[in-house]
């Protein structure tokens, strides 16, 4: 964490949980194989074209069965809007023939049964956890390693397990599971990767990016 004080470190901590706490809202995934979908199709898309494409895809193939045997080209076809359509096509049928013959159609609650699966990552394993089962973990997406960063909770080099690491040891756990969901939001008002709000940001004066002028 940064190198301030035990006051404003316990100031930090209770201005970011309230952060946390004001832009958390309970997501409502029933389909757990539906989630873990929408984490393949949401690598470098913004979350308004994942929500479509992910419905299209779903209101044709409505299940691991029907995808794991679904037409590539048609899936691509779905998929185009939200970019790199070819590679996640090819990941969602990989996955949906391994979670179909594998694990006999349902999503594992496994941290590392998860990362088998073709096309999940650390990010979209915790996602599923978090979102799917309601486990206590912490998924780091774009929006909270710009917001870690820029608060410099970490180094500018940091990598996702170094930051969910930090996060853990920084956060009560009753927390890990809304970081990611709250940042995300945050992160789309306030500290936007472009042109952030930081005169209306309750971390301003915590923060190493506002401290040097909003330079990164």
């Known amino acids: 964490m940064m190198s301030v004080g035990r006051e404003s470190n316990k100031q930090f901590l209770e201005a970011i949980k309230k952060v946390i706490e004001d ?15 929408a984490c ?59 979670i179909l013959t594998v694990l006999n159609g349902q999503v594992p609650n496994s941290f590392e049964e998860l ?16 979102y799917g089962f309601g486990k206590q973990v912490i998924a780091v997406d774009a929006n909270v390693e710009r917001i870690c960063k820029r608060l410099g909770l970490v180094r500018k080099d940091a990598k996702p397990v170094e930051i969910e690491n930090t996060l853990t040891k920084l956060l009560p756990k009753s927390y890990w599971r809304k970081v990611d969901i709250s940042m995300v939001r945050f992160g789309r008002t306030i500290c936007k990767p472009t042109n ?21």
């Not at 832009?23 to 979908?37: G, Q, T, V």
């Not at 779903?58 to 809007?81: C, N, T, V």
């Not at 990362?115 to 999940?120: D, F, R």
């Open 23 to 37: 832009y958390w809202s309970e997501p409502n995934w029933s389909d757990i194989f539906k989630l873990l979908i």
């Open 115 to 130: 990362l088998k699966i073709p096309g999940i990552g650390r990010k979209c394993a915790n996602i599923v956890l978090a």
């Open 40 to 98: 393949i199709v949401s690598q470098r898309t913004r979350s308004e074209v994942t929500r479509k494409v992910v419905e299209e895809l779903f209101s044709k193939y409505r299940d691991a069965r029907e995808l794991a045997h679904a037409d590539i080209e048609d899936i691509q076809r779905i998929l185009k809007p939200a970019g790199l359509y070819r590679m996640k096509a090819r990941a969602i049928i990989r996955a949906a023939n391994y």
């Open 196 to 216: 952030p709000r930081c005169a209306e940001c309750p971390l301003s004066s915590f923060c190493k990016y506002y401290a040097n002028q909003c330079i990164v």
